[in-house]
């Protein structure tokens, strides 16, 4: 595999000018990947002053320009599949069917974007003044600022990036320490070999200590893009308020799963096993709490105990495995920690609970509920927690009784009843008779509450990343009173 040890800064590989630096770790291994000496203020700065330029001429190119590049882009992420791929089962943890996951949906992300360019409409409306036409036109933000996330790395960069690119902006990417590659060096690689004039991606890898709060303060971005917690996606928005600046925030989530009396348990004990074990948990759609009716509590826990131990657990890189590495020791220690508290709170252990280097087995806790530690909490982790209620109004309530409103799921026999229900939770997406890591390119993705701010996806996509412009025209000339 290359190693990737520079900063990408105006169509340039260039070494990071701090004199600290960020050790990029395989996170099932430990093993040393790369060693990157970090950016600072001044790469920072001629990042942003790279992009700002490099804007200024992509939003003049024409449509059929910009789309030529986003299918070049495409037919490199196709040919170049498999070395995504092992990125990602290397730096990120991945598991082989994860990664495929997240590569097909970068992609879809991609192919989405490249109609962008010729969706840019404006509109002319009608106006109370006598001879008047309002025209308002849809405009590119700037320069936008991405920061990458350690979980879905390539994918939720992507995610950002191609539709910034395809509405006309430029974009600096700060990837998240754990992934410097799959969430920035590689993209940077890729849209470069597409034929992206140099400056419009530029991707700068710091500490977030160093370079952290200079990236939102700024002057030159005009909107930030986040994927993570909640904690720092707070801390963001309060920066980029305090510059008015625009944010799109995709936080955290307490996701639930709700199976009625009627549901069908072993579809919905299969949909909880990929909803609940995929990367290991660590993802924000990933359902956290299983809100099952008392008349059905004992056979899905008995299916979803049986199911969790038969998942094949260990090396990400064996194509057997379901569930790989946690990022980073700290974050299995602080999920051990958890586990500890819920049962010293009353929870039961059904299985799991163990760790071997940085893979926790799959683990169920039961007589939870949303007080206990880590059903409050988002686990991001590979931690089941079951929750017995006695009537559907109580499921509703308890789904609902978290500060959270990411995804969701709900399963029954009886689809009219599953989407009313859905309709009472209060979260950004829920999915009837499916499990809750869903993202579609077309449709609109982001959460309530302390979940975020803003959609990705589609034409929603499109309006975030764009501003409109009234521009009033007059057929003549109008009559003032003074």
């Not at 969706?119 to 003044?129: A, D, V």
């Not at 309002?134 to 979980?151: A, L, M, Q, S, T």
């Not at 950002?160 to 799959?182: E, F, Q, R, Y």
């Not at 979940?451 to 009033?472: N, P």
Request: overall charge negative.
């Amino acid at each position: 595999m290359k190693t990737y040890t520079s900063q990408y800064v105006n169509g340039e590989w260039k070494k990071g000018s701090s004199d600290k630096t960020i050790e990029n770790r395989n996170p099932y291994s430990d093993e040393l990947i790369a060693t990157i000496p970090s950016a600072d203020s001044k790469d920072l700065d001629e990042a942003y002053q790279s992009a700002e330029k490099a804007q200024q001429e992509w939003k003049e190119k024409t449509p059929a320009e910009q789309r030529e590049i986003f299918l070049k882009w495409i037919e490199v992420i196709k040919e170049r599949k498999e070395e995504i791929i092992d990125w990602l089962i290397t730096e990120a943890g991945s598991t082989r069917v994860k990664a495929e996951v997240e590569y097909g949906a970068a992609l879809d992300i991609v192919t989405e974007s490249a109609s962008f360019p010729t969706r840019m409409k404006g509109e002319i409306l009608p106006s109370n003044t006598p001879g008047k036409e309002n025209r308002v036109y849809r405009n590119p933000k700037g320069v936008i600022g991405v920061i990458g996330p350690w979980n879905f790395p390539f994918h939720l960069t992507t995610r950002s990036l191609a539709p910034a690119l395809a509405s006309g902006n430029s974009v600096v990417i700060k990837p998240a320490s754990h992934t410097p590659v799959t969430s920035g060096l590689l993209l940077a690689e890729l849209t470069a070999e597409a034929g992206f004039p140099e400056g419009l991606i530029n991707v700068v890898v710091g500490r977030g200590s160093e370079i952290g709060d200079d990236f939102i303060t700024h002057p030159i971005p005009e909107m930030f893009s986040f994927t993570g917690s909640t904690e720092v996606g707070s801390h963001i928005g309060e920066l980029a308020g305090k510059h008015i600046k625009d944010t799109a925030l995709e936080l955290g989530g307490n996701n639930a799963m709700i199976v009625l009396e009627d549901a069908d348990i072993d579809k919905a004990v299969e949909a909880a096993a990929f909803g609940k074990y995929l990367h290991q948990g660590q993802i924000c759609m990933s359902l956290n709490r299983f809100i099952v009716h008392e008349d059905v509590h004992e056979e899905f826990v008995r299916k979803f105990k049986e199911k969790a131990e038969s998942l094949p657990y260990g090396d990400p890189k064996d194509e057997k495995t379901m569930v790989g590495p946690l990022i980073a020791r700290e974050e299995v220690d602080r999920i051990l920690e958890g586990i500890d508290k819920s049962i010293e709170e009353g929870g039961k252990l059904l299985t799991g609970g163990k760790a071997e280097g940085n893979v926790l087995h799959p683990t169920i806790l039961t007589n939870m509920d949303n007080e206990k530690t880590l059903a409050k909490e988002e686990v991001f982790g590979p931690v089941a927690s079951i929750i017995k209620v006695s009537d559907e109004q109580e499921a509703v309530e308890t789904a609902n009784g978290t500060p959270y409103g990411l995804s969701g799921s709900v399963f029954t026999t009886d689809v009219y009843r599953g989407v009313e229900v859905a309709k009472q939770v209060n979260t950004g997406m829920i999915h009837v008779n499916d499990q809750s890591v869903n993202d579609e390119a077309h449709v609109a993705f982001g959460g309530e509450k302390q979940s975020g701010i803003g959609r990705f996806g589609g034409e929603w996509a499109l309006d975030k990343f764009t501003t409109v412009k009234w521009i009033s025209v007059m057929n003549g000339y109008r009559e003032y009173p003074f």
